[in-house]
């Protein structure tokens, strides 16, 4: 920095450059313009508007799963900081480091302690609200201690398990200047280095190598660690069964040779049936929750012998209250267990498990995801959809789902293809993440396209930001699953509330627009499909336009996920297509015995 003062809203302003950021998302108001101002006059910032702060929220939170690095986000105090929050839950869950910055009342107009609500006008004590969902959360009230709190924020954002942090800055303080050589830094703490155990990674092979159905499970822990190519490398070299979660459903392709594919509640059969008769579970980098176990826990994968890999000790202890069991249980950075593994794999006896292997084939060829499902008329079936588009997707294509039925269509009927990425808030799972997640994507990959997918109720809650899209003329092509309402509350609404559809379809409450229409209002092209004989053209003549735009693809509102175990059902347990007693003749463990189920 050229002068030895400098303002303090500049100063923020340097420091988020310094970060390698490029693109700020960020919202006016009255306390945060002189941040916004800075921002905008920085030669290596460029301010993104968008018209909603939950949206700006989401898109900073994807522009860090994009980038591998991190994303920004500036609000006001009041309504315009609490907005955040549903995207700072986004980050937090799926420990994903964010900036978020706001804007705050004066120092002067703070309450402090006194028993009033309020002093300043629209002063909110963003701190302590958000502080459950953040690494670290501060207000600074001390100019001088601009560097250290933007310093350590950054620091605890990156380090250990990532996350989102948050910076409250008083608007007085904003516009005040700062002499740069008196400043404190913040010292970064000297992270234990978490070393090998040797003995532990014997221990570890000596279970791979005496299993008879061992399977692999990867989860986003390797994403985070900067591990993915490792994880390949590692499942390259054990050639054993593998399994994802959905935040890694990207990282092989469909055609890799030990790939079997998802399980969970939502899951695939043959997937879910793989798990569950394994008797041995690596898995690393992933938590495990319940939407991957099924309910009750202790039915996961119960002959199966688990080494379990965490970076989070909390995450592994709460596996033994939940009944999961673990044998091995590693706590360490997925990306220095994989490497770990690797450095050891001499001490690995391969073994080709063709038994095994061809018992999964066999499945997979009893329970396929797409040929059950195949409509009998004209009208266009979700699966056939999923595997249309996906027919017609590029190799490095990005990707940006909703939360409701078009995600498991996706995860479950998606055929991946080398380098593409698939995006969600898989955690917190919020409607609407994937509009402006798709604005983030295509800014940070220099206005490449990106395709968002989302279904009517998540377009409505950030439908505002087509107006973004527009102004930045983003190649971004909006593909919205239009079922008329909430297929998926529907689809519980079935299973437990004898399919009466309140607050879920229009005769309960809930109605959507000609989006189309509203497209067009927007400034966007537009183009709507009703059939399935004409899906694949159509669908391909909007992807293949130079500009963004938006095309709905109509859906009977009767089509649901399938399978999706309903809940305290183990997660074999979700009607096979074969006969169930022809099925359990044919597991290589004993069945679950009923009693166990709920």
């Given at each position: 920095m050229p002068s030895s003062k400098i303002k303090v809203s500049d100063f923020v302003a340097q420091f988020i450059a310094e970060q390698n950021i490029k693109h700020v998302f960020s919202i006016s108001g009255g306390a945060s313009l002189h941040l916004i101002h800075s921002v905008a006059e920085h030669d290596s910032l460029v301010n993104i508007c968008p018209h909603h702060e939950q949206a700006a929220a989401m898109a900073a939170d994807a522009y860090s799963r994009i980038?591998?690095?991190?994303?920004?986000?500036?609000?006001?105090?009041?309504?315009?900081?609490?907005?955040?929050?549903?995207?700072?839950?986004?980050?937090?869950?799926?420990?994903?480091?964010?900036?978020?910055?706001?804007?705050?009342?004066?120092?002067?107009?703070?309450?402090?302690?006194r028993d009033i609500r309020q002093k300043g006008f629209q002063e909110t004590e963003i701190v302590k609200m958000i502080k459950p969902v953040t690494k670290y959360a501060v207000i600074v009230k001390d100019k001088n201690r601009i560097q250290y709190e933007l310093g350590k924020a950054v620091y605890m954002a990156r380090s250990g398990r990532p996350g989102p942090v948050l910076i409250d800055?008083?608007?007085?303080?904003?516009?005040?200047?700062?002499?740069?050589?008196?400043?404190?830094?913040?010292?970064?703490?000297?992270?234990?280095?978490?070393?090998?155990?040797?003995?532990?990674?014997?221990?570890?092979?000596?279970?791979?190598?005496?299993?008879?159905?061992?399977?692999?499970v990867i989860g986003w822990g390797v994403y985070l660690?900067?591990?993915?190519?490792?994880?390949?490398?590692?499942?390259?070299?054990?050639?054993?069964?593998?399994?994802?979660?959905?935040?890694?459903?990207?990282?092989?392709?469909?055609?890799f040779?030990?790939?079997?594919?998802?399980?969970?509640?939502?899951?695939?059969?043959?997937?879910?049936?793989?798990?569950?008769?394994?008797?041995?579970?690596?898995?690393?980098?992933?938590?495990?929750?319940?939407?991957?176990?099924?309910?009750?826990?202790?039915?996961f994968a119960r002959e199966a012998r688990k080494i379990i890999n965490d970076i989070s000790d909390g995450e592994l202890k709460k596996h033994e209250e939940d009944g999961i069991?673990?044998?091995?249980?590693?706590?360490?950075?997925?990306?220095?267990?994989?490497?770990?593994?690797?450095d050891n794999i001499h001490l690995y006896n391969s073994s080709e498990y063709m038994e095994w292997k061809n018992y999964i084939s066999d499945l997979k060829q009893a329970y396929p995801v797409l040929p059950a499902y195949v409509s009998n008329n004209d009208e266009i079936d979700p699966y056939i959809f999923v595997d249309t588009l996906s027919s017609l997707s590029y190799e490095e294509e990005c990707f940006f789902i909703d939360t409701g039925c078009v995600l498991p269509w996706i995860m479950q009927a998606f055929k991946t293809k080398k380098k593409q990425r698939l995006f969600h808030a898989f955690n917190n799972t919020p409607m609407g993440y994937a509009l402006p997640g798709s604005i983030a994507a295509?800014?940070?990959?220099?206005?490449?396209?990106?395709?968002?997918?989302?279904?009517?109720?998540?377009?409505?809650?950030?439908?505002?930001?087509?107006?973004?899209?527009?102004?930045?003329?983003?190649?971004?092509?909006?593909?919205?699953?239009?079922?008329?309402?909430?297929?998926?509350?529907?689809?519980?609404?079935?299973?437990?509330?004898?399919?009466?559809?309140?607050?879920?379809?229009?005769?309960?409450?809930?109605?959507?627009?000609?989006?189309?229409?509203?497209?067009?209002?927007?400034?966007?092209?537009?183009?709507?499909?009703?059939?399935?004989?004409?899906?694949?053209?159509?669908?391909?003549?909007?992807?293949?336009?130079?500009?963004?735009?938006?095309?709905?693809?109509?859906?009977?509102e009767n089509k649901r996920v399938v399978p999706q175990t309903k809940y305290g059902r183990p997660i074999e347990d979700s009607e096979p297509?074969?006969?169930?007693?022809?099925?359990?003749?044919?597991?290589?463990?004993p069945p679950i015995k009923e009693s166990e189920t709920v």
């Open positions: 980038s591998g690095n991190m994303g920004a986000a500036i609000a006001t105090s009041g309504p315009g900081a609490t907005n955040l929050i549903t995207g700072i839950c986004c980050a937090y869950y799926d420990s994903v480091p964010v900036l978020y910055i706001t804007g705050q009342v004066s120092t002067f107009r703070l309450k402090d302690s800055i008083p608007d007085n303080l904003q516009r005040e200047y700062i002499e740069l050589d008196k400043l404190e830094s913040f010292v970064e703490e000297k992270e234990d280095d978490q070393g090998i155990d040797a003995q532990m990674i014997k221990d570890c092979f000596s279970m791979i190598n005496n299993a008879n159905r061992p399977v692999l660690s900067d591990a993915a190519e490792d994880a390949v490398e590692l499942a390259k070299a054990l050639k054993i069964p593998l399994l994802t979660t959905w935040a890694c459903v990207d990282l092989f392709p469909s055609d040779p030990y790939l079997v594919g998802t399980f969970g509640t939502h899951g695939t059969r043959h997937g879910n049936f793989t798990i569950q008769n394994a008797d041995l579970i690596l898995s690393i980098g992933s938590r495990l929750d319940t939407h991957a176990t099924g309910s009750p826990p202790s039915s069991g673990i044998d091995i249980a590693v706590n360490l950075d997925a990306g220095k267990f994989i490497r770990g593994l690797l295509s800014l940070f990959l220099d206005k490449k396209r990106v395709i968002c997918l989302t279904g009517d109720g998540g377009l409505q809650i950030n439908i505002q930001e087509l107006a973004t899209i527009a102004h930045h003329n983003l190649p971004v092509k909006i593909i919205v699953i239009d079922n008329n309402g909430y297929a998926m509350i529907r689809q519980t609404q079935d299973q437990w509330l004898g399919s009466k559809y309140i607050a879920s379809s229009p005769d309960g409450g809930v109605s959507m627009p000609d989006f189309v229409e509203v497209a067009k209002a927007y400034g966007l092209q537009a183009c709507s499909i009703k059939n399935n004989s004409s899906l694949k053209e159509k669908l391909k003549k909007f992807l293949i336009s130079k500009n963004g735009g938006l095309c709905s693809i109509k859906i009977n297509l074969l006969p169930r007693n022809e099925f359990r003749e044919r597991m290589i463990v």
